[in-house]
């Protein structure tokens, strides 16, 4: 429990530092929830904003599925990898240009996601 409050605490504090993401024609607006594309809104579930922003915010690092899985569906859910390959495809065809050639979503086999170069 108080790992999720400090972690809320956190995500609240790092929403006010960076309230706008921009990563080429992709723009992540954290405070209202809106992820825009060419200027375009995407529609995107509450779990693949958390996904999307938890990856733009670690822009370049790589994040293992384990870390991803607390961050976005908590600490019950740490085995639960086969919810990354599921969502992670869904989550390519929105933002990428041409999701069999990622370039923002990258699949770092056996270990996790990176986001961006």
């Known amino acids: 429990m108080i790992a999720r409050i400090r ?3 956190r995500l609240s504090e790092e929403k006010k530092d960076n309230p706008l993401l921009e990563f080429g ?3 992540i607006d954290m405070i209202n929830h809106i992820v825009r594309k060419n200027g375009e809104l995407l529609k995107l579930t509450t779990t693949e904003f958390s996904l999307l ?3 733009a915010k670690n822009h370049g690092r790589v994040l293992t599925h384990q870390f991803i899985l607390k961050e976005v ?3 019950g859910y740490l085995e639960q990898t086969q919810y ?3 969502l992670s495809p ?3 065809k929105k933002i990428e240009d041409n999701p069999s050639n990622p370039v923002l979503l990258i699949t ?3 270990i996790g996601y990176r986001f961006g170069n």
């Open 7 to 9: 972690a809320a605490i």
């Open 108 to 110: 770092e086999s056996g």
């Open 53 to 55: 922003s938890l990856l």
């Open 73 to 75: 569906w908590g600490y």
């Open 25 to 27: 024609s992709l723009t």
């Open 90 to 92: 869904s989550s390519e």
């Open 84 to 86: 990354l390959r599921v």
